[in-house]
């Protein structure tokens, strides 16, 4: 059974730096392109970032390039986005998905199994 879980949200500062995991239980990373994605309040889903299954190849949206990075722990089986310089707009609740895809890119959609999601808040 797939599953996947999110942690790591919480109230920063404007400017503050949040790593946000995403625990994968009942497949192998090596099998599965893994997306982050978030939903602020009155908006519709946006794909942040992904990872491809071989070779962890990344994509990120424009909104967040050069600001956050995303990684994979094929060991523990953890994916991580680490998300510096965050601004108020980077407010939402994030999402990681996982996609059975064996390939060495990744998309922002077409995702079949997802968390329950974290709460980010920047605010002062």
């Known amino acids: 059974q797939v599953q996947l879980v999110e942690s790591g949200g919480r109230l920063v500062q404007p400017g503050g730096s949040l790593r946000l995991s995403c625990a994968a239980s009942?497949?192998?990373?090596?099998?599965?392109?893994i997306g982050w994605f978030r939903q602020a309040p009155g908006k519709e889903r946006e794909g942040v970032a992904c990872?491809?299954?071989?070779?962890?190849?990344?994509y990120y949206a424009d909104s967040v390039k050069g600001r956050f990075t995303i990684s994979r722990d094929n060991v523990k089986n953890v994916v991580y986005l680490q998300m510096n310089s965050l601004k108020p707009e980077d407010t939402a609740v994030y999402y990681c998905a996982a996609m059975r895809a064996t390939s060495r890119t990744c998309v922002l959609w077409g995702y079949d199994y997802w968390g329950q999601g974290t709460q980010v808040s920047v605010s002062s």
């Open positions: 990872i491809s299954s071989i070779s962890g190849n990344v």
């Open positions: 009942g497949f192998t990373l090596d099998l599965y392109a």
